[in-house]
């Protein structure tokens, strides 16, 4: 701050500025580094550059999972995050989910999941890290302004694929433990991993093994933390929540085949007319779902859960201006966050069966299949939701007397999840963000499903964290994925204050 003053106030302010230099750096040399966790972030800080390197060699693996051709690069990933492991004196099960058989026939092997464990002291809690090696698809054509295999650093940013979504955080995850073994510290919790390599497809087999090992491997286990989502700014976030959704069909089939408009229009009951009816009886232009009882089990908002929304960091001018939109529903944001987060929303997808490309088509479709889902929040149940949208489109349909039929389908139903904000883990998360960040984080949650974190809850009943270390602005999924050196460095830092953290609320 710069103030007008007289020569006097100038020369006091010398003196003062002075003691205050000769304070802090007093501070400095007394302070640092005493405290075990300060030994750490040394240890860290000093390493970086090896970290970043091996962050790159795991880029350069193409584990890309969404083609089961390239299963040998995710089985090398496997193999190499399982040596890593081994290094740290891990003992590593890599346990078998089986085989899938593909669209065209042949039967494939899957990677195994990594199911590892460090050495055990029974007095410690044990915490089980998950995460994942495998990536979304990247080729350079794709849009890439480096190669996406090849982790670039520009500006303080490593590009490359992986980079953020899951790979660096799965290693800062390791190099937490690496630093508490370098300098010879104890480390204060017992620490499990699962790391699997199918996330990006959806995760096959990881429930059922989950469910399998839930007396063996999960036993002993205390929290389940999940590393692998953002931030919702530049600011550190902790995550509690994700909402669930139901995905429907809408079915509404009439005769035995399309026909022309101009010769049949008029005295048919058009299939396309009532699809179109019985969506647009689903949601009202304020977002309201109009399906009746589907707010009855919303759980109520409580003063400590709105509490939480006041002080997050979030630009509602910015966010409409990179999403391209000039006004929205609500002008609060935590009217919007809310509504993003703890309420459920309808939204309308498509009609297949419609006709829908460029030109004039005089043709009326003689089958359509809308499609449409609602994002599930605590504590609606899919099989209730599917009841009340079924019964209320059916009543829709009735009152055209149409004499087409309607046929219902919910092909996809994944649960909301939400934990307690004060378990014992996000309350040393909470102490290990403000050590590092010097903040306290953002309490936030996904709008969108990540079946995993309600899935090891619902299997293990053990307490379940999101703790993620990633910028909201790192892409992943996109052409321009990356991880900041910073983010990468000091979550680094934040997993190792984690553990001592956890352990001191024991
Ligand atoms: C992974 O490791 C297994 C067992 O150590 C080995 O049989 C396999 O060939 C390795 N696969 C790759 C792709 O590295
Ligand atoms: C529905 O259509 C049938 C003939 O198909 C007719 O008898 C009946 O009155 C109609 N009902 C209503 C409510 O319009
Ligand atoms: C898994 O084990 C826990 C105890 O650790 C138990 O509460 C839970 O019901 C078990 N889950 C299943 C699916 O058996």
């Not at 690496?178 to 010879?184: F, H, N, S, V």
């Not at 829908?356 to 899919?382: H, L, Y």
């Not at 939701?385 to 079924?390: A, D, H, L, M």
């Not at 903040?439 to 379940?464: H, L």
């Amino acid at each position: 701050m710069r103030r007008a003053g007289n020569r006097k106030g100038v020369c006091n302010m010398k003196i003062l500025l002075t003691l205050i230099i000769c304070a802090a750096v007093l501070q400095m040399t007394t302070q640092a580094p005493t405290s075990d966790t300060e030994l750490l972030f040394n240890y860290i800080d000093k390493n970086q550059d090896m970290f970043v390197q091996t962050l790159k060699e795991w880029v350069a693996i193409e584990s890309d999972s969404s083609s089961s051709a390239l299963f040998g690069k995710v089985m090398q990933m496997v193999n190499v995050t399982a040596e890593k492991i081994r290094s740290l004196g891990g003992d590593v099960e890599l346990a078998d989910i089986g085989s899938q058989q593909m669209p065209d026939g042949e039967i494939v092997q899957l990677p195994p999941v990594i199911l590892a464990e460090l050495p055990k002291d029974s007095n410690k809690p044990t915490l089980c890290i998950y995460g994942h090696v495998d990536v979304q698809p990247a080729k350079k054509e794709d849009g890439w302004l480096t190669e996406p295999y090849v982790l670039t650093e520009i500006n303080g940013n490593l590009y490359g694929r992986g980079a953020t979504d899951n790979k660096g955080p799965v290693l800062a995850w390791l190099h937490a433990v690496e630093a508490y073994q370098a300098l010879k510290q104890d480390l204060p919790v017992n620490i499990k991993f699962i790391i699997e390599g199918l996330e990006e497809i959806g995760s096959y087999g990881l429930d059922a093994l989950t469910k399998q090992r839930n007396d063996t491997f999960f036993a002993d286990v205390d929290y389940i933390v999940i590393s692998d989502n953002i931030w919702i700014s530049n600011k550190p976030g902790l995550t509690y929540g994700t909402r669930g959704d139901c995905y429907f069909y809408v079915k509404v089939s009439g005769g035995k085949q399309a026909l022309h408009s101009g010769a049949h229009g008029g005295s048919l009951f058009e299939p396309m007319a009532d699809l179109i009816a019985l969506l647009d009886s689903l949601v009202d232009a304020k977002g309201q779902i109009l399906v009746p009882g589907i707010y009855d089990d919303v759980a109520p908002l409580t003063e400590e859960e709105r509490k939480l929304y006041e002080n997050i960091q979030f630009d509602l001018e910015e966010y409409k201006n990179n999403i391209g939109v000039t006004r929205l529903i609500y002008d609060k944001k935590e009217d919007v966050l809310m509504h993003y987060w703890r309420y459920p929303s309808l939204s309308i997808h498509g009609i297949q069966g419609a006709y829908a490309d460029p030109g004039s088509k005089t043709v009326i479709p003689n089958k359509v299949i809308g499609k449409f889902s609602m994002r599930q929040v605590p504590n609606m149940d899919p099989v209730v939701v599917e009841k009340q949208v079924t019964e209320y489109l059916h009543e829709i349909f009735a009152k055209r007397n149409s004499s087409n039929t309607l046929k219902i389908l919910m092909p996809i139903a994944a649960k909301p999840w939400v934990a307690n904000v004060n378990d014992p883990q996000y309350v040393a998360a909470r102490r290990a963000i403000k050590t590092v960040f010097g903040v306290e984080p953002d309490m936030i949650r996904e709008g969108s499903t990540i079946p995993i974190a309600w899935n090891f809850q619902d299997v293990t009943k053990k307490s379940v964290m999101m703790l993620p270390i990633c910028g909201a602005d790192d892409g992943e999924h996109s052409e321009k994925e990356k991880i900041s050196r910073s983010n990468y460095i000091e979550g680094t830092k934040l997993f190792a204050a984690f553990f001592y953290e956890l352990a001191q609320l024991r």
